[in-house]
């Protein structure tokens, strides 16, 4: 499969080690973030979501105005709206920026308080049947030729339609990401690409190898997310990684005695399983994993999701991520403390030597 490096963008600078300074929505910058992730050679950006954040439809589509080729990924949480409202506009996004580079990710949402602030007061084992159901509502919408009938636990609808369509073959690919108990059955069944954090390699292979049991002869797909930290060599990189954990600590207290804002809004993943299991992974046995999985900033920060940060020279880091590669997974999400400044950082090297690395795995595995 071919690999596919994804980013992450927000509308303002910040993360857990930088403060934000400016308005929390900041045009010039996600048009320069957006540009720099193009210029870097990524494939994708992934707009985050929170029940706070700024709209993610409304900033996909500056990134997408911003740029020529750069493809998005809008986190959306079900229950809010239709799906036959999120397929319109999926479809209508798609054909105003030259059509096959809208993708949508369905977060189930595992913060309670995040789901109240919405409105949502539902169980959290309903809300993964009620994501199972928008989805499969939402894959007919963009895809049948007639208006059909829906009649399920959560949705009703009687003569569906969208005269709107995906405006390529590619159409609007499903992402899913969640381990908890339910979110399986479901992303499994329903999604394109199963999104997963970056833990050590053990765990990730037993991730896939659960989900494609439960995909049976689907095809599905799967992502990785992690944290690179690179330097010119080893040990600026490792230094590097304890100047950012101070750095963090710091923001920290200051949060914790003033008002500062850390993270934009939307790039702060909610408390998930996966996380909770990279917590206790962290007090059971060390910081780095798989000889430079760092989990440094996973303890510090606690359960935010994707928080683990391969450490090393370029080379290295990418020769960590391409074992992933080997287990599996073709996606890589990668975002960074220093958010557009790692952008331009990983263009030079990283992410030429991660395309690389995975060409030449593939040549070894082609029939002569």
Avoid: C
């Avoid at 720099?36 to 050679?41: F, K, L, R, S, V």
């Avoid at 954040?53 to 750069?70: I, K, N, Q, W, Y």
């Avoid at 920026?97 to 189930?108: D, E, F, L, Q, S």
């Amino acid at each position: 499969m071919p690999i596919e490096i994804l980013g992450m963008i927000a509308t303002t600078p910040g993360s857990e080690s930088k403060a934000i300074e400016g308005p929390l929505v900041d045009p010039a910058f996600v048009r320069a973030f957006s540009r720099a992730h193009e210029d870097a050679g990524f494939d994708r950006v992934l707009i985050g979501y929170s029940a706070s954040s700024p709209d993610g439809f409304a900033v996909a589509a500056s990134a997408l105005h911003s740029t020529e080729r750069l493809k998005v990924l809008i986190a959306h949480r079900p229950g809010f709206v239709s799906p036959t409202v999120v397929a319109r506009k999926l479809t209508t996004l798609d054909h105003l920026t030259g059509g096959g580079r809208v993708a949508i990710h369905h977060i189930t949402g595992g913060s309670e308080a995040d789901q109240h602030r919405d409105g949502d007061w539902s169980e959290k084992a309903d809300r993964y049947r009620r994501t199972g159901e928008f989805i499969d509502v939402l894959r007919r919408t963009l895809t049948e030729d007639a208006p059909f009938d829906h009649d399920g636990e959560f949705y009703r609808h009687e003569g569906a339609y969208s005269a709107v369509k995906p405006a390529t073959d590619a159409g609007i690919p499903i992402y899913f990401g969640g381990l908890s108990e339910g979110a399986v059955e479901v992303g499994a069944s329903k999604a394109d690409v199963y999104m997963l954090f970056g833990e050590p390699l053990a765990s990730v292979a037993e991730h896939i190898r659960t989900i494609r049991e439960a995909a049976g002869d689907r095809e599905i797909e799967f992502s990785l997310s992690t944290r690179p930290i690179i330097a010119a060599t080893e040990e600026e990189a490792w230094a590097k990684a304890a100047r950012i954990h101070a750095e963090a600590a710091a923001l920290i207290e200051q949060q914790r005695t003033g008002n500062t804002l850390s993270f934009a809004p939307g790039t702060k993943t909610e408390k998930t399983a996966t996380s909770a299991d990279l917590l206790q992974q962290h007090a059971k046995v060390s910081d780095v994993h798989d000889e430079r999985l760092w989990l440094g900033m996973t303890a510090l920060s606690g359960p935010g999701g994707n928080s683990t940060a391969p450490v090393g020279t370029p080379a290295q880091v990418a020769e960590a991520l391409l074992k992933y590669y080997d287990l599996g997974v073709t996606k890589f999400l990668i975002r960074g403390f220093d958010p557009l400044g790692d952008v331009v950082e990983w263009g030079d090297e990283l992410i030429p030597l991660l395309r690389e690395g995975a060409r030449r795995r593939d040549e070894v595995l082609q029939p002569a």
